[in-house]
């Protein structure tokens, strides 16, 4: 059994006790902290969140955006 | 503006290399058992249904998808965690199983499969009658 789990490719069988077990997934809580840029603007921050991944996005400052100056 | 970092890249244990080359996760799974099913959890986030691929061939039951992580054509990835978004991973099943009777059910990103074993792995309950 513990080769094939090295291998990636496990056999699931039924065990005799009725209790074949195997956990590989993580549970429990976590969190991650993610150093910004200076010029975000903390009060435009979407989220959603879809099949399981977090999307965040943080806008810049206006101030900060490259504006283009027209000619006259 | 800060100098634009170089884009890191951290390979976690799960990413192997298939024999044609392709680059694949396993998604970690728990696996239980209970009297009468094998329940099978897999992580695939990023995952949509119609991008899950689900066969089981004589013995082998394969789980496969495609992550679709939607990063808009207009920005460029600063920091990747994992840049492989192809989920791939094939199970043994015993004998003991029933292989027609398996059913899927995928949510925000997590797979469960009820595999049912055969109806003669299952426990019976004998009735005593009175006489």
Redo the contacts between chains.
């Keep these: 059994m513990g080769a094939?789990w090295a291998t990636?490719?496990?056999?699931?069988?039924?065990?005799e006790g009725?209790?074949?077990?195997?956990?590989?997934?993580?549970d429990g809580t976590f969190r991650r902290t993610l150093t910004l840029?200076e010029?975000v603007d903390p009060d435009k921050v979407d989220a959603s969140?879809k099949?399981?991944?977090l999307?965040i996005t943080v806008q810049r400052r206006e101030v900060?955006k490259p504006r283009q100056i027209k000619i006259k | 503006m800060t100098e634009r970092k170089e884009i890191e890249q951290q390979e976690p244990k799960a990413v192997q290399q298939t024999q044609q080359g392709e680059h694949i996760m396993w998604p970690q799974v728990d696996i239980c058992e209970d009297a009468t099913d094998i329940t099978l959890q897999a992580d695939m986030p990023g995952v949509p249904k119609d991008r899950l691929d689900i066969q089981v061939d004589k013995d082998t039951l394969s789980i496969a998808g495609e992550a679709c992580l939607d990063t808009p054509d207009d920005m460029e990835a600063l920091h990747v965690d994992i840049s492989v978004t192809r989920y791939q991973r094939s199970f043994s099943l015993g004998g003991e199983l029933d292989t027609t009777k398996i059913e899927a059910g995928l949510k925000d990103g997590l797979l469960t499969l009820h595999i049912p074993k055969r109806e003669e792995h299952k426990p019976r309950k004998i009735e005593v009658r009175t006489g």
């Design positions: 094939a990636g490719c496990p056999t699931i069988t039924v065990s009725g209790s074949y077990y195997r956990k590989e997934r993580f840029p010029d969140y099949d399981g991944v999307h900060v």
